[in-house]
Nanobody
Framework: VQLQASGGGLVQPGGSLRLSCAAS????????MGWYRQAPGKQRESVAT???????NYADSVKGRFTISRDNAENTVYLQMNSLNAEDTAVYYC?????????WGQGTKVTVSS
């Protein structure tokens, strides 16, 4: 299973970005998909997850600003990030879980700076 993430970049405070992550090579349905992030000098943390039934879960720090969604047919998960601030600067990793295991994407860097 391979996860290909895209959409990171440099954005000004208050701006928006949309991350995408496509999973390929899985013969099993993805039960959960989501996003984690790791800021410099910090541990990796969960940002948002979504189940195959579209039940979502968000970190308190992103509630009301980030929206996770998925396209089950395409095995793709999205993260719409609005009202970005400097604390959102991190490498964002997508994650996918099926009955065979847990898979991580390569990470996409998000930098929020003026």
């Amino acid at each position: 299973v391979q996860l290909q993430a895209s959409g990171g970049g440099l954005v000004q405070p208050g701006g928006s970005l949309r991350l995408s992550c496509a999973a390929s090579g899985s013969i099993f349905r993805m039960l959960f998909m989501g996003w984690y992030r790791q800021a410099p000098g910090k541990q990796r943390e969960s940002v948002a997850t979504i189940s195959s039934r579209s039940i979502t879960n968000y970190a308190d720090s992103v509630k009301g600003r980030f929206t996770i969604s998925r396209d089950n047919a395409e095995n793709t998960v999205y993260l719409q990030m609005n009202s970005l601030n400097a604390e959102d600067t991190a490498v964002y990793y997508c994650i996918a879980v099926n009955s065979a295991g847990t898979y991580w994407g390569q990470g996409t860097k998000v930098t929020v700076s003026s």
